[in-house]
């Protein structure tokens, strides 16, 4: 079972994804406006894949932006 890590921001004006590296892959996460809800979008083998993957999914997710993008 996934831990939940909460980023708690009212005054964000808009929903975020985010990706992290999670042991030998890359996470693409979703992020709700006021950070009270995520949920993992995909799995991705590299970060480049992961950024193309949130790139192309930032229409589908209506005024979301880029948000942490781990190093």
């Not at 995909?42 to 993008?69: C, H, I």
């Amino acid at each position: 079972m996934a831990e939940l890590i909460a980023f708690p921001a009212p005054d964000r004006p808009c929903p975020r994804l985010h990706i992290w590296r999670a042991g030998e892959c890359w996470e693409l996460h979703h992020e709700s406006r006021h950070g009270d809800s995520w949920a993992l979008l995909d799995r991705l083998n590299t970060r480049e894949d992961a950024l193309s993957a949130a790139l192309e999914a930032l229409p589908f997710y209506p005024g979301a932006k880029l948000g942490r993008v781990q190093a």
